[in-house]
């Protein structure tokens, strides 16, 4: 039997010029996803195995998509995400989340081995989403691929992406693409 390629990690967020991710009160209303950026997103998120998130952007995902394509205020690449995410095959790490819905699996602790596994099962890569959650799978060293969107904007205080860490890793530059609004993304990789 022929070696096939597991799948990889990719985070895949936007960050603020000065690092954020979000606001200090969780604001992203800085976020310029015009539809061009947001046409860029669904053909890049459809392509994925499944979305790995924490409870807060789960939570924050599970408020509004379900139902974004029934909404007349909706543009066409919201209504085409609202089914990308509900057909999605989801995995949320949480130790409080009671239950989930939307092709959702709730995983109580991020285990080495049981992340290891399922980048061996076949399909779409896998995309991580949130901080909490990208810190503890940098911890571990599971992470394949950093893709952020770098929006135009300082807003000067926030959460940063990156937390304090002891972690040096090595990546090189795969691709950069700037998007008509001034976002610009930069992918790196594992050598």
């Known amino acids: 039997m022929l070696g096939t390629a597991m799948r990889k990690i990719i985070l895949m967020m936007s ?67 609202a089914r990308i995410w509900r057909d999605m095959p989801k995995i949320v790490y949480s130790r409080t989340l009671e239950r989930a819905d939307w092709n959702t699996t709730v995983v109580r602790e991020l285990v080495v081995e049981e992340v290891i596994e399922l980048k061996a099962q076949p399909g779409g890569d896998l995309v991580l989403g949130g901080a909490d959650l990208a810190a503890s799978f940098t911890r571990h060293d599971l992470i394949d691929e950093y893709r952020l969107y770098l929006h135009p904007v300082v807003i000067g205080q926030g959460r940063p992406l990156f937390q304090r860490s002891d972690a040096k890793i090595d990546l090189r530059l795969a691709e950069t693409r700037s998007f008509g609004n001034g976002v610009v993304l930069l992918r790196y990789q594992r050598p």
């Open 15 to 81: 960050v603020s010029l000065d690092g954020f991710f979000e606001g200090p009160n969780r604001e992203l209303d800085w976020h310029m996803v015009d539809d061009e950026l947001h046409r860029h997103f669904n053909e890049e998120l459809c392509a994925m195995g499944a979305f790995l998130n924490g409870r807060v952007t789960y939570e924050l995902m599970a408020g509004f998509w379900p139902t974004a394509d029934s909404d007349p205020s909706s543009t066409e690449p919201m209504v085409e995400f």
